[in-house]
Structures are given as structure tokens and as C-alpha cells.
């Protein structure tokens, strides 16, 4: 018998400016959609915008590639569409891919517990320390009313690695019942690189401006880089007030370092604009999982990180360096030691990550995974 999941989630297609998440729940869809039904509920507008999507129909089911959608409208009214579509119990297994979500994630499990229906959890890595750094007595209240309620029992919380599981016990306890899937990457790869010209070092960020990508950090390390490079963002502007304390060290740079923000880009365009830089530079705060990562490994590009993500051990796999944050100056050293590697070693090192990364998203690992995690929590008593 296959499994119907309600999934819940703040954004999905056509929207892309909810970056990750998104992905995540694309290539579930995409690649799981055969073994389990998917149904979701999201908004009916992207991040940040005022319009609703003009492509969909919004407050009706909508089918999307492998899934059926329900666009919700805001205020009140999205609130009686969610408590509609919950209590048709026309589905085995609620699906929420946040924790701290008010409205895509709080208030579908109220109304999911109360109608005793079983429930999955992604906090998709709001557990992680580099998370719950920001605004974090907010946070911690919310964590302990969550607690006080009782809603962690009898949830499946899904962990996308070994590492977001030790987080979410941390949070809620050694007793919650968590279940690990890695999320399921890209399967899009770039064309064979090839040797890259002289001039400039590029190196390129791709992600959401927010505190929490660590973009101001990753500028601040470009001070004390000596070789030519150039830094260039993608990603729409989340939080001005971040973006201008960024602006601000940029003019501060020293001339031979030039950053700038080239907009936004596309999901389809991500893997092919990555492929014309020479590294992919991106010392977030913390990530679940990583979909940007997976991309840049996709287009064969080096990637040069924080050790706050599951994406770890880069240099023993010939693909990457992930440093401590509280060693900006490594970060620097290793741009300047990346800048003046010869050509032919360069391409040597990109042609590696590209077989890593055709290797390592061919499996079917992590699907198996996915759909393991809703027979696991249909069948729980």
C-alpha cells in the first residue's frame, strides 16, 4: 500500500527565493514520488513578495511534477484552508519542514495532533548552533512551550545527518524519536571543466543575504586576501539592514579584491552559472543540509567552508577544505594558496569533484532513506 504524505512548507515552485527548502522538497518529490503520494501545503506567494503566483491557482490543489499543491492565501483565510485540508485526513502522514514556522509548522501540528494524525518533522537546521544564535531567547521560549505541551512525543523528528540528530537531541531531549534521511541532492551536473585562465581568482557565494549564510564574515576574510580576486553574490537580499553592514566593508576592501552582487538566480541556472568560477566560498553559520554545497559539487568546484554543515572531511576527499569559524585568517590563506595553484593542478582538482559528485548523488541511498522515514512512521503504534 503506498503511503499519502501531507507535506507542509512555507515555499515551494514556482518561488525560488526560499532557496533550500525548496530544493529539498523538489527532489523528494522528484525522485521518491513513485513509492509515496505527495500532497503539500504552502503559500501562494514567494518569499518576501506582496503578489500572490499568477501561474497557479491559489486556495485550490494545483498539480506540480509529482505532487498535488494547495496554495494558501494569507490572514485568516490560509488558516481555515490548512485546518480544511488537515482534518480530510486524506492522507496518512503529516509532513513539517519546519520547527519554528508559526503558521506552516506550529499550527498544522496542533491541529494534526489533536485530530491524532502521525507527524514528521524536518527542522531542516534551525537546531544547529550557528541557528539558534540568532534570536535566540525567542527561540529557547519556544522551545520550552513546545516541550511543556508535549508535542515532541509521539513526533518523528528527521534528522539529514548524524550531526542535525545530536542537534535536535540537544534541543529536546535524549528521548525524542528521531529518524535520519539525508536530503536527496542534485542531479544535475555541469559540463567537463576546463583549464581556467589566467587573471583574477574567482570565487563565487550563491544564498539567501541573512545572518545566518554568513556573508558578512566571508567579506571581512577578504581583507587580508594578497592575490587578484574577485567575489561575486548571488541570492535575494533577505535582511537590508545585513546586506548594508555588508555594502560598508566592501568599500573598505583593498582595490585588488573586487565584490559584487549580481542578483538573483533561478534554480536552473544555479549548476551552469557556478561552473565559470574557480571555487565555491561559503562560510555559513549552519546548514542542515546544503543544497547550494551539492550544487557547487555538482559543477565540479572546489569548496571552501565552515565545519558547521554535514558536508565534512573535504580535504581527505580531494573536493574541499571545511575550517573553524574562529580561524577567518585560514580562510584567506587558503583563497591566496587556491589563487596561485598552477592551472593543470586546478583542473586536476575540479575534474576530481566532478566524479565525486556524479558518484556520490547517483546512489539511491539517500530516496531509499526518505521513503523508509514515512513507512517508519505510518506503521509506528
Given at each position: 500500500?503506498?503511503?499519502?504524505?501531507?507535506?507542509?512548507?512555507?515555499?515551494?515552485?514556482p518561488?525560488?527565493?526560499?532557496?533550500?527548502?525548496?530544493?529539498?522538497?523538489?527532489?523528494?518529490?522528484?525522485?521518491?514520488?513513485?513509492?509515496?503520494?505527495f500532497?503539500?501545503?504552502?503559500?501562494?506567494?514567494d518569499?518576501?513578495d506582496?503578489?500572490?503566483?499568477?501561474?497557479?491557482?491559489?486556495?485550490?490543489?494545483?498539480?506540480?511534477?509529482?505532487?498535488?499543491?494547495?496554495?494558501?492565501?494569507?490572514?485568516?483565510?490560509?488558516?481555515?484552508?490548512?485546518t480544511?485540508?488537515?482534518?480530510?485526513?486524506?492522507?496518512?502522514?503529516?509532513?513539517?519542514?519546519?520547527?519554528?514556522?508559526?503558521?506552516?509548522?506550529f499550527?498544522?501540528?496542533?491541529?494534526?495532533?489533536?485530530?491524532?494524525?502521525?507527524?514528521?518533522?524536518?527542522?531542516?537546521?534551525?537546531?544547529?548552533?550557528?541557528?539558534?544564535?540568532?534570536?535566540?531567547?525567542?527561540?529557547?521560549?519556544?522551545?520550552?512551550a513546545?516541550k511543556?505541551?508535549?508535542?515532541h512525543?509521539?513526533?518523528?523528528f528527521q534528522?539529514?545527518?548524524?550531526?542535525?540528530?545530536e542537534?535536535?537531541?540537544?534541543?529536546?531531549?535524549?528521548?525524542?524519536?528521531?529518524?535520519?534521511?539525508?536530503?536527496?541532492?542534485?542531479?544535475?551536473?555541469?559540463?567537463?571543466?576546463?583549464?581556467?585562465?589566467?587573471?583574477?581568482?574567482?570565487?563565487v557565494?550563491?544564498?539567501?543575504?541573512?545572518?545566518?549564510?554568513?556573508?558578512?564574515?566571508?567579506?571581512?576574510?577578504?581583507?587580508?586576501?594578497?592575490?587578484?580576486?574577485?567575489?561575486d553574490?548571488?541570492g535575494?537580499?533577505?535582511?537590508?539592514?545585513?546586506?548594508?553592514?555588508?555594502?560598508?566593508?566592501?568599500?573598505?576592501?583593498p582595490?585588488?579584491?573586487?565584490?559584487?552582487?549580481?542578483?538573483?538566480?533561478?534554480?536552473?541556472?544555479?549548476?551552469?552559472?557556478?561552473?565559470?568560477y574557480d571555487?565555491?566560498?561559503?562560510?555559513t553559520?549552519?546548514?542542515?543540509?546544503?543544497?547550494?554545497?551539492?550544487?557547487?559539487?555538482?559543477?565540479?568546484?572546489?569548496?571552501?567552508i565552515?565545519?558547521?554543515?554535514?558536508?565534512?572531511?573535504?580535504?581527505?576527499?580531494?573536493?574541499?577544505?571545511?575550517?573553524?569559524?574562529?580561524?577567518?585568517?585560514?580562510?584567506?590563506?587558503?583563497?591566496?594558496?587556491?589563487?596561485?595553484?598552477?592551472?593543470?593542478?586546478?583542473?586536476?582538482?575540479?575534474?576530481?569533484?566532478?566524479?565525486w559528485?556524479?558518484?556520490k548523488?547517483?546512489?539511491?541511498?539517500?530516496?531509499?532513506?526518505?521513503?523508509?522515514?514515512?513507512?517508519?512512521?505510518?506503521?509506528?503504534?
Amino acid at each position: 500500500m503506498s503511503v499519502t504524505v501531507l507535506a507542509c512548507a512555507g515555499h515551494y515552485l514556482p518561488g525560488y527565493k526560499g532557496g533550500g527548502p525548496i530544493k529539498t522538497i523538489k527532489n523528494l518529490f522528484d525522485q521518491a514520488g513513485d513509492k509515496v503520494t505527495f500532497k503539500l501545503i504552502t503559500s501562494d506567494r514567494d518569499l518576501g513578495d506582496i503578489s500572490p503566483y499568477t501561474s497557479v491557482t491559489c486556495g485550490a490543489w494545483n498539480k506540480v511534477g509529482n505532487a498535488s499543491v494547495f496554495y494558501v492565501q494569507p490572514g485568516k483565510t490560509g488558516y481555515v484552508q490548512i485546518t480544511r485540508q488537515l482534518r480530510a485526513k486524506d492522507y496518512h502522514v503529516v509532513y513539517l519542514n519546519s520547527f519554528f514556522s508559526p503558521r506552516f509548522s506550529f499550527f498544522p501540528l496542533l491541529i494534526a495532533k489533536a485530530l491524532r494524525q502521525k507527524v514528521v518533522l524536518g527542522p531542516r537546521g534551525e537546531f544547529s548552533e550557528g541557528a539558534l544564535s540568532l534570536k535566540a531567547a525567542k527561540k529557547r521560549a519556544f522551545i520550552k512551550a513546545f516541550k511543556l505541551l508535549g508535542l515532541h512525543r509521539g513526533t518523528v523528528f528527521q534528522a539529514s545527518s548524524d550531526y542535525e540528530a545530536e542537534d535536535i537531541r540537544w534541543a529536546l531531549g535524549p528521548n525524542v524519536d528521531i529518524h535520519v534521511a539525508e536530503d536527496i541532492g542534485a542531479q544535475e551536473f555541469a559540463e567537463p571543466p576546463v583549464l581556467r585562465q589566467s587573471g583574477e581568482f574567482k570565487a563565487v557565494f550563491v544564498s539567501r543575504i541573512s545572518p545566518k549564510k554568513n556573508l558578512l564574515a566571508a567579506i571581512e576574510m577578504l581583507r587580508m586576501v594578497q592575490q587578484p580576486l574577485i567575489y561575486d553574490i548571488y541570492g535575494p537580499i533577505e535582511d537590508q539592514a545585513y546586506w548594508q553592514e555588508c555594502e560598508k566593508v566592501i568599500e573598505a576592501l583593498p582595490p585588488h579584491v573586487q565584490v559584487q552582487h549580481k542578483g538573483t538566480l533561478n534554480p536552473d541556472e544555479v549548476v551552469k552559472t557556478l561552473d565559470k568560477y574557480d571555487v565555491f566560498f561559503f562560510p555559513t553559520k549552519g546548514e542542515n543540509y546544503g543544497h547550494v554545497i551539492a550544487e557547487a559539487l555538482c559543477a565540479g568546484l572546489p569548496i571552501v567552508i565552515a565545519d558547521t554543515t554535514p558536508w565534512r572531511n573535504l580535504q581527505n576527499l580531494g573536493i574541499g577544505w571545511d575550517l573553524p569559524l574562529n580561524n577567518p585568517d585560514a580562510f584567506s590563506a587558503l583563497l591566496d594558496e587556491l589563487a596561485t595553484m598552477p592551472a593543470v593542478d586546478h583542473l586536476r582538482m575540479r575534474q576530481n569533484v566532478l566524479t565525486w559528485a556524479k558518484n556520490k548523488f547517483s546512489q539511491r541511498d539517500a530516496i531509499e532513506a526518505n521513503i523508509a522515514l514515512f513507512k517508519y512512521a505510518y506503521e509506528k503504534k
